[in-house]
């Protein structure tokens, strides 16, 4: 494996790990809820709304790289419950949300189709320029646009199902 492509599989397959851990103890009539404390709710993205909006972006990988990524692409439904800018909303009775099992069962085979995806890549392939429309800005590269998308931004996020979790009383997963 070249050596970009060793970094970015290791940084994914990290965030991967982590992300399964997260998920330990969350019972299924908390997983599309907002955390609450003191009485409060607090309106912060959920589990159901954290994975279905991290499994939009594996495919974007996949068209970036001039690839095929139809068969662990998130279906169209999830566009309009999670991508960038919807809001999360508490789904008390379950009518919002897909399932559990269906968002988590969606986000770790797209980021582990792309994860494989990425490993045959050369570095040439990662310095490539980023052909995703409205990213090439901020990520000039394909090398940039695919490590933020399969690590930071998911990072990010998972830190969010870290605070969830402390919130709800779960504490931490590790």
Not at 19 to 37: C, G, M, Q, T, Y
Not at 106 to 128: P, T, V
Request: hydrophobic share 40%; net charge negative; with cysteine.
């Amino acid at each position: 494996m070249d050596s970009t492509a060793s970094m970015i599989v290791t940084g994914s397959e990290r965030m991967l790990g982590l992300a399964e851990v997260l998920l330990n103890n969350i019972p299924s009539d908390k997983f599309a809820r907002f955390a609450s404390h003191g009485g409060q709710t607090i309106q912060a993205n959920h589990p159901a709304f954290i994975y279905g909006h991290l499994s939009i972006y594996p495919s974007m990988v996949f068209a970036a790289a001039g690839l095929d990524g139809s068969s662990f692409a998130a279906p169209d439904h999830y566009t309009d419950l999670f991508e960038h800018g919807k809001e999360c909303r508490d789904d008390a009775d379950g009518s919002i949300y897909p399932s559990q099992s269906e968002i988590v069962d969606q986000f770790l085979n797209s980021h582990r189709a792309a994860i494989d995806a990425i490993k045959g890549m050369s570095n040439e392939r990662f310095e490539a320029k980023n052909g995703i429309e409205g990213m090439a800005d901020m990520f000039p590269t394909f090398g940039g646009i695919t490590n933020f998308l399969l690590v930071g931004h998911t990072m990010m996020h998972l830190g969010q199902l870290s605070t969830w979790r402390r919130a709800i009383g779960l504490g931490s997963a590790m």
